[in-house]
T-cell receptor, first 116, second 115 residues
Framework: DGGITQSPKYLFRKEGQNVTLSCEQNLNHDAMYWYRQDPGQGLRLIYYSQIVNDFQKGDIAEGYSVSREKKESFPLTVTSAQKNPTAFYLC???????????????FGEGSRLTVL | AQSVAQPEDQVNVAEGNPLTVKCTYS??????LFWYVQYPNRGLQFLLK??????LVKGSYGFEAEFNKSQTSFHLKKPSALVSDSALYFC?????????????FGAGTRLFVKA
C-alpha cells in the first residue's frame, strides 16, 4: 500500500543530543513537509520541500535541519540548539506539481520525541 | 502572510444534532482551503477541500464546508453528528496565487459528541 512511513514512533533523547526522525513516502509526491504539534498550538511548519535538493524554512525552523537527497525521503534532525524539542512531529507529502498546488496533504502516523 | 483562526477550542454537541466547527482565514491571494481530522496519537486525515467552483464542498464521512469569500470563512458542518465524530479538527490554508506549497494550519478544535 502507498503511504508515508515515519520512524521511530517514540524516541527519547538526552539534552544536548541530536536526533534524526525518518520520513519515507512511496506516493511519488514532489512536496514533503515537517510539522510540529504541541497541545493547544496546532501544527506549526518547520520545513518544507517542493522538489529534490531544495527546501524552505517554515515558521519555526530554528534548531532543526533537513535534507532532500531523494524524492522519497525527507529526514528531520532535531539539533541540540532546539531548546524545547519535546513534541509530536508529523511528516506529510502532497501530489506532484503537474497536478497543481491544490493537492491535499497525506500524513504519516507521527513521531513522539521526549527529552529526558 | 497566511493565517488561520479556529475561534473555538472545543465544541460540544449531542448525537443526532447538527454540528459546526468554525474557521476563518487570511491570505493575500486566492485561498485553497482544507479540513483535516486527527484521532489520538495518529496523523491527520483529509476530509475535504475548496479550490474553486461551488462554495459548498462535500467530503468524507458526511462532512461538508461552505466557503464564504466576503467573511473569509470556511466552516465545517455535518447535519447529524455521531459519537464517532469525536476528534480534533484542523482547518488549513494555502495561498493559491503564490504557486507554492506552503500550508498553514489553525490551532485545532476538539469536537465532543455525546450519546
Amino acid at each position: 500500500d502507498g503511504g508515508i512511513t515515519q520512524s521511530p514512533k517514540y524516541l527519547f533523547r538526552k539534552e544536548g543530543q541530536n536526533v534524526t526522525l525518518s520520513c519515507e513516502q512511496n506516493l511519488n509526491h514532489d512536496a514533503m513537509y515537517w510539522y510540529r504539534q504541541d497541545p493547544g498550538q496546532g501544527l506549526r511548519l518547520i520545513y518544507y520541500s517542493q522538489i529534490v535538493n531544495d527546501f524552505q524554512k517554515g515558521d519555526i525552523a530554528e534548531g532543526y535541519s533537513v535534507s532532500r537527497e531523494k524524492k522519497e525521503s525527507f529526514p528531520l534532525t532535531v539539533t541540540s540548539a532546539q531548546k524545547n524539542p519535546t513534541a509530536f512531529y508529523l511528516c506529510a507529502s502532497s501530489p506532484s506539481r503537474e497536478k497543481g498546488i491544490g493537492g491535499e496533504l497525506f500524513f504519516g502516523e507521527g513521531s513522539r520525541l521526549t527529552v529526558l | 502572510a497566511q493565517s488561520v483562526a479556529q475561534p473555538e477550542d472545543q465544541v460540544n454537541v449531542a448525537e443526532g444534532n447538527p454540528l459546526t466547527v468554525k474557521c476563518t482565514y487570511s491570505v493575500s491571494g486566492n485561498p485553497y482551503l482544507f479540513w483535516y481530522v486527527q484521532y489520538p496519537n495518529r496523523g491527520l486525515q483529509f476530509l475535504l477541500k475548496y479550490i474553486t467552483g461551488d462554495n459548498l464542498v462535500k467530503g468524507s464521512y458526511g462532512f461538508e464546508a461552505e466557503f464564504n469569500k466576503s467573511q473569509t470563512s470556511f466552516h465545517l458542518k455535518k447535519p447529524s453528528a455521531l459519537v464517532s465524530d469525536s476528534a480534533l479538527y484542523f482547518c488549513a490554508v494555502r495561498d493559491g496565487s503564490t504557486g507554492g506549497f506552503k500550508t498553514i494550519f489553525g490551532a485545532g478544535t476538539r469536537l465532543f459528541v455525546k450519546a
